[in-house]
T-cell receptor
Framework: AQSVTQPDIHITVSEGASLELRCNYS??????LFWYVQSPGQGLQLLLK??????LVQGIKGFEAEFKRSQSSFNLRKPSVHWSDAAEYFC??????????FGAGTILRVKS | EAQVTQNPRYLITVTGKKLTVTCSQN?????MSWYRQDPGLGLRQIYY???????DKGDVPEGYKVSRKEKRNFPLILESPSPNQTSLYFC???????????FGDGTRLSIL
């Protein structure tokens, strides 16, 4: 079965530092990939998506992600983290049979 | 305003007492889906619907039912709730499974 792995459960970074959140997927065909963010007590908001084409995609709030087929990865990056970025981040992939599969999430803490 | 509305937002109930969580979207989306979110497990898809009268199981459908009689509504039914269904539930909609999902604000269910 297809799956999505987010290896880091928690990450803590200093405000202003760069950020990279890892996501690996197992999927045979070209995947449809998403990153979502969830602030405490709220639903999920789309940050960015990859369907095809340019492997570096830009999203909202200054985030970007790079699709690397050879590594089956879709890592999320931000050059300079703000305290308001503290949240939980989910990677997701569309699976066979029209299912959407999420990773377990990475909780980002930002220290001042 | 484009939105997905879930009701109730919070519910505490007892084992075996049938309950329904409603979900309504005003974006004329064809694809709707239910997820449950549990710590360390991310979001897991319960059921999804590609269109009116078309529903299918996600990864964790046991103990749940859904219906899609109208395009805008996709209720989740727990006919005989059990404590292991205590969770945070999200409804989402999209123009299609390969498109970004719009999430509701969530429903926190506690089954005693």
């Amino acid at each position: 079965a297809q799956s999505v792995t987010q290896p880091d459960i928690h990450i803590t970074v200093s405000e202003g530092a760069s950020l990279e959140l890892r996501c690996n997927y197992s999927y045979g065909a070209t995947p449809y990939l998403f990153w979502y963010v969830q602030s405490p007590g709220q639903g999920l908001q789309l940050l960015l998506k990859y369907f095809s084409g340019d492997t570096l995609v830009q999203g909202i709030k200054g985030f970007e992600a790079e699709f690397k087929r050879s590594q089956s990865s879709f890592n999320l990056r931000k050059p300079s983290v703000h305290w308001s970025d503290a949240a939980e981040y989910f990677c997701a992939v569309v699976q066979y049979g029209n299912k959407l599969v999420f990773g377990a999430g990475t909780i980002l803490r930002v220290k001042s | 305003e484009a939105q997905v509305t879930q009701n109730p937002r919070y519910l505490i109930t007892v084992t075996g007492k049938k309950l329904t969580v409603t979900c309504s979207q005003n974006m004329n989306h064809e694809y709707m889906s239910w997820y449950r979110q549990d710590p360390g497990l991310g979001l897991r898809q319960i059921y999804y619907s590609m269109n009116v009268e078309v529903t299918d199981k996600g990864d964790v459908p046991e103990g749940y039912k859904v219906s899609r009689k109208e395009k805008r509504n996709f209720p989740l039914i727990l006919e005989s709730p059990s404590p292991n269904q205590t969770s945070l539930y999200f409804c989402a909609s999209a123009t299609g499974v390969h498109q970004p999902q719009h999430f509701g604000d969530g429903t926190r269910l506690s089954i005693l």
